[in-house]
């Protein structure tokens, strides 16, 4: 049998948002704001600490059905109001540092595409044949990515109430 390595699951989800780039953007490093969504909610946050210059770290500590789950991870790329690139990692969940990189782009007035991108590592087993270690993969794959979609509807209702409260 072949011997097979880690491998990454990669995921990209685009979103269109009625909101501007700055917003968006900052909606990703602003702890009142993250707390609403990122990994957390302010019902089940228990820390969050925010440095959000590169070089700086994260963590976020959330309670959820009595288990404290931490998401902790170093800023790479900070390009205001354009791109973030961040490490996120979960400790008790696994040692693998996986990445995430956002991009806002300005469609129209009010209007933000983000573009989010993530490379996460699925351990490679070694009692799994290739296809149970793909069909793994894959399962996380759509778990991750279903994940983060969830996170970002209530991201974009944030980012939309926000500008309805400016109107």
Partial sequence: M?????????????????????????????????IHWFMTSRRTN????????????YQIVDLRKGRR??????YKTLKEDEQIVKTIQ???????VDEIEVYFEERSP??????FHYRGMVPKERRLTNLEYKQ???????????????????????????VEWDE
């Fill in 136 to 162: 793994q993969k894959k399962a996380y794959h759509d778990h991750t990515a279903h994940g983060f979609e969830l996170m970002f509807d209530v991201l974009q209702r944030e980012l939309e109430a926000e």
């Fill in 46 to 57: 228990l820390v969050i600490e925010n440095d959000p210059v590169e070089g700086g770290h």
């Fill in 69 to 74: 789950i931490e998401v902790i991870g170093t």
């Fill in 110 to 115: 009010g209007m933000t595409e983000m573009t």
């Fill in 90 to 96: 979960m400790p008790e969940l696994s040692e693998h």
């Fill in 2 to 34: 072949k011997h097979m390595q880690n491998e990454w699951v990669e995921i990209e989800l685009v979103r269109l948002m009625k909101t501007t780039p700055s917003n968006a953007y900052h909606a990703w490093l602003d702890p009142d704001q993250l």
